[in-house]
């Protein structure tokens, strides 16, 4: 497999399931834990949905990842936030913190998820055999990116709402106050290289794994990624 070239659609046509579905599957989480915990406002705005036409944005579903993946070689982008009304939470502190981490544990799921398609795909062989052990590598990998850069404490990721349900009240607000500027800095780590450096360590940890989960070594999923990914 190592000998192949993907062309451009080909690629697009691997990466466009699995990041759909990261994304919305993602959003859909948080959405659906806050449905247990008392509010029901995802559901009433009908976001409690598997459908990707509920939670694309086009910027950041479409055009972002796009243009990064042709670009950088990193899959980064968002969809439309899931609303939720916190005061409507049993417990509001306790129940942020859950709500939050939602998100990323669908991630994990997912990464599983996407490691049994490679195995199955391993299993069918062919044409088909091989588009799933593609589609399952893209999978965890946008999977793992998600996962990993959503427990990074910066407003507004995910682990900053745990981080901001463990503070105390006064504590709690002024970290709180960092979100409007947490894209910004986001940005910033990105173009100079330190969220690389942060991340790029776990995220080969859990890559590892979910690899291994899917029957793979190393060095075969390095190849896979190097078929999906631009070259460097």
């Not at 796009?66 to 306790?94: C, D, E, S």
């Not at 450096?197 to 190393?218: F, K, R, S, T, Y």
């Not at 390095?222 to 460097?232: C, G, H, T, V």
Request: proline content about 7%; aromatic content about 8%; overall charge neutral.
């Amino acid at each position: 497999m190592s000998e192949f070239e993907l062309s451009t659609l080909q690629k697009i046509a691997v990466w466009l399931l699995p990041v759909l579905f990261a994304i919305t599957v993602h959003e859909t989480a948080h959405g659906w834990m806050a449905l247990k915990l008392g509010d029901r406002t995802a559901q009433m705005l009908g976001r409690l949905s598997l459908n990707p036409i509920r939670h694309i944005d086009p910027v950041g579903t479409l055009l972002v990842p796009a243009l990064m993946l042709a670009f950088t070689g990193i899959v980064f982008g968002w969809a439309k936030p899931v609303p939720i009304t916190w005061q409507n939470l049993h417990q509001p502190r306790r129940d942020t913190a859950l709500v939050a981490i939602a998100g990323p544990a669908s991630n994990l799921l997912m990464g599983l998820f996407w490691a049994l398609v490679i195995t199955a795909g391993a299993l069918l062989g062919g044409m088909p055999g091989v588009y799933l052990i593609l589609a399952g590598t893209a999978g965890i990998f946008i999977n793992t990116i998600l996962l990993v850069l959503n427990l990074l404490p910066l407003p507004p990721l995910d682990g900053s709402r745990v981080v901001g349900a463990l503070l105390p009240g006064k504590l709690a607000w002024h970290y709180s106050r960092i979100e409007p500027y947490g894209f910004i800095i986001l940005a910033l780590l990105l173009v100079t290289g330190l969220l690389g450096e942060i991340l790029w360590p776990l995220i080969g940890q859990v890559l590892a794994l979910l690899g291994g989960i899917a029957g793979l070594a190393g060095n075969e999923l390095s190849a896979l990624l190097s078929l999906l990914l631009p070259r460097q």
